[in-house]
């Protein structure tokens, strides 16, 4: 029992390395075609397109209740500590650094990481990429390199969207619930806020972006299994893709703070 308890742990370690391995090596393949950008920009355009655009919708709704769910939120902790006066600099700054780039990075891994996964591996098992590969296309250069620097770029105004969005979903329920005017608010915004808290979590907001990009496309060129292993590998690429948000978030937090 022990024995095969420690086979199956061995083998479990094997494979998250394995997989580790292969993971870097088609970031490094992405990092050796970048001097073909020019080339696909088209590609990359396209891609910022799918990627930053259309999930705006779903960005912007998930921002104005992150904001005021933040706000009551706040106005709770600070409740009988300090004055409610503080409520803009309390919402602004979590959104801003935490919430605003994490929850905006769930989203993509949910909308745009399975997207990537599902529909890299559809041309897996229909054989579209071994095509590629016999026309002397590489599948790194024409799939993945746009999908990665398109999230990458993108990625950062998606956040900026959200963070406006989320502060003024915070103000809303401030003014409209708990009477602190817009002057109060945006005054204690303003006079806390702090350019290193923005360019944090802009930076964050690349790094989330490249890896849930990155992990779609390997395992989109992973799948086997004709239809049911498309299905896995799209929910194994929102699985992986969040929890390695949340992952990367604290060990960003622990480096840089």
Not at 169 to 184: P, R, T
Not at 185 to 207: A, H, P, T
Not at 240 to 246: E, N, P, R, V
Request: glycine residues 10%; proline residues 3%; charged residues 15%.
């Amino acid at each position: 029992m022990t024995g095969s308890i420690v086979a199956v742990i061995g083998q479990k370690t094997l494979n998250f390395f394995q997989e580790f391995g292969q993971i870097s090596r088609l970031f490094f393949d992405i990092l050796k075609f970048s001097r073909k950008i020019p080339k696909s920009r088209r590609l990359i355009l396209s891609q910022m397109e799918h990627i930053g655009v259309n999930s705006l919708p779903l960005v912007i709704i998930i921002a104005v209740f992150t904001g005021a769910v933040a706000a009551w939120q706040a106005a709770y902790q600070l409740k009988g500590l300090a004055p409610l006066s503080f409520l803009g600099t309390a919402t602004s700054r979590a959104i801003i650094t935490e919430l605003g780039p994490v929850l905006t990075g769930i989203v993509i891994a949910g909308r745009v990481g399975a997207s990537i996964a599902a529909e890299l591996g559809s041309m897996k098992v229909t054989e579209q990429i071994d095509a590629l590969e016999t026309m002397g296309i590489s599948p790194v250069r024409f799939l993945a390199l746009p999908r990665f620097y398109a999230a990458l770029l993108m990625m950062p105004f998606l956040i900026v969207f959200a963070d406006v969005i989320a502060v003024l979903g915070a103000f809303l329920v401030s003014n409209y619930f708990l009477g602190i005017s817009f002057d109060v608010f945006f005054q204690s915004v303003k006079r806390f806020f702090e350019m290193g808290d923005f360019l944090f979590g802009m930076f964050k907001g690349m790094v989330f972006g490249g890896m849930t990009a990155l992990l779609g496309c390997h395992i989109g060129f992973r799948t086997e299994g004709g239809a049911e292993g498309v299905g896995i590998s799209t929910i194994r690429a929102f699985v992986f893709a969040s929890a390695i948000i949340l992952i990367s978030d604290y060990i960003l937090w622990s480096l840089i703070f």
